[in-house]
């Protein structure tokens, strides 16, 4: 094993699977969950590995305070949207993620929403526990069954492939729109091809795997929500710049969307107040790689990765 040299500074926590592995290799600072910016600024001068996680942005003026030696901004999460990765390039710093890992338990979570949102559960579970449930009901709660619905994929990266194979296993349809085509999962599992406006006209569930950043911002507004129409249900554990929520929350009080299952926000961990008072809306708290399995897979990687760049190494998962 290589001396323990050099500063690493994990901006907010590392889970002790990867924080071990580090510990080993680096002096090692935590900013803990409630770091404030100006905190940061203070602890990454000198820092040789930055291991930030989707809610800390990391941009040209932070990359600066840590200094000429940083060599690696080792991302604790997939989605590397808050990293500016041209200030990273510009300065020689590799970027790295953890893609993989957090397949199954995101995948997972995106099922969870759609049937969920589907078959109204958030109203439903709502209304027990406020006393309104009177007795069974043959025309209350009435949702959507996945056999035969046709599933729109928008995305079809590892996580929104994962998702396709599963509501296929449960019988939908599945048509998906991506930046380049499929082919092998087209032959293997009959997945359909079309672009986003055909997607949308087109499915019952709408569920978003594409990745932030400035390119997909507002990719579902109104007109979108009109496409998809009142039978439909969106379904978001992507990141919440991709979706309007203001205009999700108009079309679920307008009865001009059927349900809607969102894991994440634009400006999280504030949530619109709209979508707060929404009907027929199951949301949840960013927690779709939160299974002991994958955060620990992510911890392990983010640490195997920082190791890794500052050893000489190609690093796993590579972003820049
Ligand atoms: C990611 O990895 O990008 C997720 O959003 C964190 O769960």
Redesign the pocket.
């Known amino acids: 094993m290589q001396n323990k040299s050099g500063k690493a500074v994990v901006a907010r926590v590392l889970l002790p699977a990867g924080l071990e592995l580090l510990e080993q290799r680096f002096e090692v600072s935590q900013g803990g969950l409630d770091v404030t910016r100006e905190q940061l600024e203070e602890m990454v001068p000198g820092a040789i590995a930055l291991v930030p996680?989707?809610s800390v942005p990391v941009d040209g003026e932070l990359l600066d305070l840590c200094g000429e030696q940083l060599e690696v901004v080792s991302n604790?999460?997939?989605?590397?949207d808050h990293v500016d990765l041209e200030a990273c390039s510009d300065r020689g710093i590799v970027v790295t993620?953890?893609p993989g890992v957090?397949t199954e338990a995101?995948a997972e979570l995106a099922l969870m929403l759609t049937l969920s949102a589907g078959r109204l559960a958030g109203d439903a579970e709502r209304d027990l526990r406020s006393g309104l449930w009177t007795g069974w009901n043959p025309g209350a709660y009435l949702g959507l069954e996945l056999r035969g619905a046709t599933v729109g994929v928008v995305g079809l990266g590892r996580i929104g492939l994962r998702y396709a194979e599963m509501v296929s296993a449960l019988g939908a349809e599945v048509l998906y729109t991506a930046s380049s085509r499929k082919v092998e999962a087209e032959k293997q599992f009959g997945f359909g091809w079309t672009d986003l406006e055909d997607l949308l006209r087109r499915s019952q569930v709408v569920s978003i795997h594409a990745p932030g950043g400035e390119g997909t911002r507002g990719m579902i507004g109104r007109r979108e929500l009109e496409l998809i129409g009142p039978e439909g249900v969106l379904i978001n554990t992507?990141?919440g710049t991709l979706v309007d929520s203001d205009a999700v929350a108009e079309a679920l009080e307008e009865g001009r969307l059927a349900a809607a299952g969102l894991d994440?926000y634009d400006g999280e961990p504030a949530v619109p107040e709209s979508l707060l008072s929404a009907p027929r809306c199951v949301l949840l708290p960013?927690?779709?790689?939160?299974s002991h399995i994958?955060r620990d897979g992510?911890a392990r990687l983010a640490a195997e990765n920082a190791i890794a760049v500052v050893d000489g190494l190609e690093p796993a998962s590579r972003v820049v």
């Open positions: 996680d989707p604790f999460a997939v989605g590397y993620n953890t957090l995101t992507s990141r994440v960013h927690i779709g790689s939160a994958s992510m």
